[in-house]
């Protein structure tokens, strides 16, 4: 911090802990380079479109088994701030992982009313998603790269290799499309695509549930790299 910028004199005081206060530069925007997609995910806490994968500590921890230990602890307790704080800390050590060199832009998930419909557990209720894109973004805008939130919807279920779309090409960790037989991690697929200039896909197109049964859903100039059999159009 020191060697980016000015100390302020003043310092903020509380039960645990002294804040030093610095005034940093403003971060030179990044106009060149790739762009990047990054997959949030309960098992693997980051996939990157370019291959990072990062998830377990050199402790063993991973934000899934941190979340279960903060679930199981009383709010309020020595162990549930303690629990609370790793929780914290693993973020920042996750996303500090990340690796930014030749990197301007990055396309990450549009996660809202992620507990709509679901039964909200204590469990559910331990994953933080706001702190982590929080501290994600942060990182990136510190970094001068700049921050794109994409839509999730069926980036999951879309093929990276031939842009088929199903959803029976995913199962759980697995994907593979029925169409053209990629096989591949499926957070990292999906990453992939969260890092392509995909067509919006409106709310009355999602109702008609093309999804069950296939459709290509293509970057933006490009086309599909097997005999298309259905093609529907999202333009």
Avoid at 77 to 94: E, M, P, Q, V
Avoid at 210 to 223: D, M, P, Q, V
Wanted: aromatic residues 6%; hydrophobic residues 30%.
């Amino acid at each position: 911090m020191l060697e980016n910028g000015n100390i302020k004199t003043g310092i903020r005081l509380s039960k645990n802990l002294i804040t030093l206060m610095f005034d940093l530069p403003d971060p030179v925007a990044i106009t060149t380079g790739k762009i990047l997609g990054i997959d949030i995910g309960q098992k693997t806490t980051l996939s990157v479109s370019d291959g990072q994968k990062i998830d377990i500590d050199r402790h063993g921890h991973t934000y899934s088994s941190i979340c279960k230990r903060l679930a199981r602890k009383k709010k309020g307790s020595i162990g549930f701030r303690k629990a609370d704080t790793h929780r914290t800390n693993y973020l920042h050590w996750t996303i500090n992982r990340i690796e930014l060199n030749g990197v301007r832009q990055v396309n990450i998930e549009k996660i809202r009313n992620l507990r709509k419909g679901k039964r909200n557990n204590r469990l559910m209720q331990a994953w933080n998603y706001g702190e982590l894109f929080s501290v994600l973004k942060g990182r990136l805008q510190e970094s001068g790269v700049q921050v794109n939130e994409v839509d999730p919807v069926y980036t999951s279920q879309m093929c990276s290799k031939c842009g088929w779309t199903r959803k029976g090409n995913r199962k759980l960790k697995y994907f593979r499309c029925d169409r053209c037989g990629h096989a591949a991690d499926a957070d990292l697929n999906a990453s992939i695509n969260i890092s392509l200039d995909l067509p919006r896909i409106s709310k009355e197109e999602r109702l008609s549930k093309a999804n069950r049964i296939g459709f290509y859903w293509l970057e933006t100039g490009k086309e599909h790299t097997v005999p298309c059999v259905q093609k529907v159009s999202w333009e």
